[in-house]
């Protein structure tokens, strides 16, 4: 993916697993896309993710590396040399982007996949065309105006006051473990989702529930992952984990969850093998969830 500007222009770089963040002026953009075999009105596909300090709009564009990257790695490669830069995988990349650069490149990827996903109107069945800025495409044939998706997610760090629950997917990386996360049905409200996805996942019943905070976040599609910290009522720990949903889940300690706070990414694997747990990087809304509680924990165990 990749984007361009109006004025000045500027633009962003991206491919769609893979991530590459770099600023080029439309001019550049053009020699580049030139120089590659691509066609020079494909930067009409881009969407607007943002503006700097200086007012210069960001535009993302999609380079539709995907095939390049597995079935041409001399392209690859000779882009890399002619950007200097380096692709790495949008997931990898979490653990280096700073804050600005993490939310520019979450929109890039969410609405050039939502664009990539939406060429045609569910109505008439015909083209749909981009606004200029891709916050909408229009079927000029039915007049359907469609607009960005997001999906409404649920995540909560459950507590039974001493111990926070923390489970994973085995989708996960390795060694991974995260709060539970869940898509909310139609018709719910935010308080429902938890109590539903806490007690479908593990079986627990939710006591109480506070808001933390909430997150865009753009794997697989656009979600708006909305944070609650829950407690569970005493005595009612007994987890029973849906191993259709998660491969295990369990109760960890404050000394656990601190030290695994301080490891920064995937450790590496212990002498006999086993690979410590660890916890998601701070651009997922799931550590500030495991952080607020390491805190809240803390404070409160120096004040006893
Ligand atoms: N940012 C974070 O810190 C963080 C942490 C954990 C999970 N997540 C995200 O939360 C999301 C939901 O977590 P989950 O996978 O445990 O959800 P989940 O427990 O609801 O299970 C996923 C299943 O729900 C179904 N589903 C229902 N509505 C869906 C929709 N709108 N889109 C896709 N699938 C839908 C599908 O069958 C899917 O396989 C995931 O996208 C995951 O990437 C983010
Ligand atoms: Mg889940």
Request: aromatic share 10%.
């Amino acid at each position: 993916m990749m984007m361009y500007v109006e004025k000045p222009r500027v633009q962003e770089y991206f491919t769609f697993s893979i991530a590459w963040l770099l600023s080029f002026r439309a001019s550049e953009l053009e020699r580049i896309l030139s120089k590659f075999g691509q066609d020079t009105r494909k930067i009409e596909r881009s969407v607007l993710i943002g503006c700097s300090d200086r007012r210069e709009a960001w535009f993302a564009l999609d380079l539709s590396l995907g095939s390049l990257c597995s079935s041409d790695s001399l392209q690859k490669s000779e882009m890399e040399t002619e950007l200097q830069g380096s692709f790495i995988q949008l997931r990898k990349a979490l653990f280096q982007l700073n804050e600005k650069d993490t939310s520019l490149i979450f929109t890039a990827q969410a609405l050039l996949r939502w664009h990539e996903c939406h060429q045609f109107c569910g109505k008439s069945g015909q083209p749909t065309q981009k606004n200029v800025a891709g916050s909408k495409r229009i079927c000029p044939s039915s007049n359907m105006i469609y607009y960005p998706q997001m999906s409404p997610v649920v995540i909560t760090l459950v507590s039974d006051r001493t111990r926070c629950l923390l489970a994973r997917q085995s989708s996960f990386p390795k060694g991974m473990y995260s709060a539970l996360a869940g898509f909310c049905d139609v018709g719910e409200t935010l308080e429902e989702a938890v109590r539903r996805e806490v007690a479908e996942e593990v079986g627990l019943e939710v006591d109480s529930l506070q808001y933390s905070a909430s997150q865009h976040w753009p794997f697989p599609n656009s979600s708006l992952m909305m944070a609650c910290h829950a407690t569970v009522g005493p005595g009612q720990t007994e987890i029973h984990v849906n191993s259709q949903e998660l491969e295990t889940a369990g109760w960890f300690s404050l000394e656990e969850v601190a030290t695994a706070l301080k490891r920064k990414g995937p450790p590496s694997n212990e002498q006999d093998g086993t690979i410590p747990f660890w916890l998601p990087p701070k651009a997922a809304i799931a550590h500030r969830l495991i952080w607020e509680w390491v805190q809240k924990q803390s404070s409160s165990s120096n004040l006893a």
